[in-house]
């Protein structure tokens, strides 16, 4: 198993999370509609995987460019069917380099992605770096209070001009020198002289959008599109969450009382997709991989609630039974999912929120933040046993991943079906991914 975990202790972040308040819970929400299948439709789904020579022809094909043929994997799904008939989108989204290629332009490139947390730029000149895809950026707030984000490569010779996170004046490549204001502005090209009709106002750092939501910010490298906000303004909010912004805010996401406290960060063998699945199948498989966590929960209490880009599971806590009163969970644990790789955790006095980022078709990253409430945070031993207990339930998670992604790399597997009553999580997400693979 392939994990590495590191934790760094970071600054206070202040926000909240608390219960939310639910459009739906057993079916998914009128906001979400399904298109109309014509009336002599069948479903289209095999009682076993199509024969495994088909299969390799298909991926071998040259009658079609690599592109091509990741646009022909995207049509082996079929959002239109319900979930009860469909079928699983087949390995090969799993697995095929080209289909990821695609998947990072249409899915990454295009809307709102979680990036870190507002703490991390609260004063002016703090910034911090990211990677997503093929694109390094730094995010910041400048002098004037401004929060920023910019490609993260110099106009010079596409060095990178900052790293990891800290506070800084200005942006100084490392290679020949060139500076740059926390604007953007080009300050300084070193040996670059008036006759060469150089205007520097035409090299400034190229900006991406950028915005705060709650604790969050999130950054958008789709140039060609902008969802007009409602009434509020709420721009990030509207294009980010949909109709769920709303009830997420109202319901109590910010708290005042919660600090950040760390982060951990795993890298693991297996497609970033693997990871989402398996947060998104409504605890089915905790009664068996989580046993330690599944006498906390009362499993037959889950429920699953849909909305444009977000699903939210919640389940009710019960007594580990232990004789310390030692109590992490609380009484509701709450697993809101933002689409496309984003999570939101809330439990008891803790909330925890994971980023999934994609590192190749096999490989992905995915960074814990964990946040408290700050009547706890000079409680040593509660924090330690809550964070082991934690890490516990990572690296239970991490062996299924990495087992799940061997599995989607053998012959004998192509596609499966849905657990109808719980992965309804699942199943929208799959539909999603069409929705934007497809366009």
């Known amino acids: 198993m392939a994990a590495t975990t590191t934790l760094s202790p970071l600054t206070s972040l202040h926000h909240i999370a608390a219960p939310f308040s639910p459009l739906s819970t057993t079916k998914s929400s009128p906001l979400r509609s399904r298109p109309q299948l014509p009336a002599n439709h069948s479903p289209r789904f095999p009682s076993i995987p199509p024969p495994i020579t088909n299969r390799f022809r298909l991926r071998a094909s040259v009658e079609f460019s690599p592109m091509d043929l990741a646009s022909r994997i995207v049509g082996e799904f079929d959002p239109r069917i319900p979930i009860e008939d469909a079928v699983t989108p087949p390995s090969s989204w799993y697995t095929d380099s080209k289909f990821y290629e695609l998947e990072v332009d249409r899915v990454f490139y295009r809307g709102w992605q979680a990036v870190g947390y507002a703490e991390q730029v609260r004063e002016v000149h703090d910034y911090f770096t990211g990677r997503l895809g093929n694109v390094e950026y730094v995010v910041c707030r400048d002098g004037d209070g401004k929060l920023r984000a910019f490609h993260n490569v110099c106009r010079h010779h596409a060095s990178a001009i900052a790293n990891r996170s800290g506070q800084k004046q200005c942006f100084v490549c490392p290679y020949h020198g060139w500076t740059y204001g926390l604007d953007g502005s080009l300050l300084k090209a070193t040996r670059i002289t008036e006759p060469q009709k150089f205007d520097s106002k035409e090299f400034g750092l190229v900006p991406i959008r950028v915005d705060e939501w709650g604790p969050f910010v999130a950054i958008n490298l789709d140039e060609g599109h902008w969802t007009k906000p409602e009434a509020d303004g709420d721009i990030m909010g509207h294009d980010w969450l949909g109709a769920s912004s709303e009830i997420l805010r109202s319901g109590g996401v910010i708290d005042s009382t919660l600090s950040f406290l760390c982060r951990r960060e795993y890298t693991i063998d297996c497609n970033w997709k693997v990871f989402c699945d398996n947060y998104l199948d409504g605890g089915y498989h905790v009664p068996y991989a989580h ?17 444009e880009k977000v699903s939210i599971q919640r389940c ?7 004789e310390d009163d030692f109590d992490r969970l609380g009484s509701e644990a709450l697993y809101a999912f ?21 590192l190749g078709p096999r490989k992905c990253q995915v960074v814990f933040d964990y946040f408290l409430d700050a009547s706890l945070k000079d409680d040593d031993s509660f924090i330690q046993r809550s964070l082991k207990e934690s890490e516990h339930v990572q690296m239970e998670d991490i062996k299924l991943c990495e087992g799940v992604q061997r599995g989607l790399e053998s012959p004998a597997y192509n596609c499966g079906r849905y657990a109808a009553t719980v992965e309804k999580a699942m199943h929208h997400f799959h539909c999603l991914l069409h929705t934007n693979l497809a366009g």
């Open 338 to 358: 933002v689409y496309p790789n984003f999570m939101i955790n809330r439990y008891g006095p803790w909330m925890d929120t994971n980023l999934v980022l994609p």
């Open 291 to 307: 046993r330690g966590l599944a006498s906390g929960l009362e499993l037959n209490t889950y429920t699953t609630e849909i909305y």
């Open 316 to 322: 009710h806590c019960g007594s580990t039974g232990g």
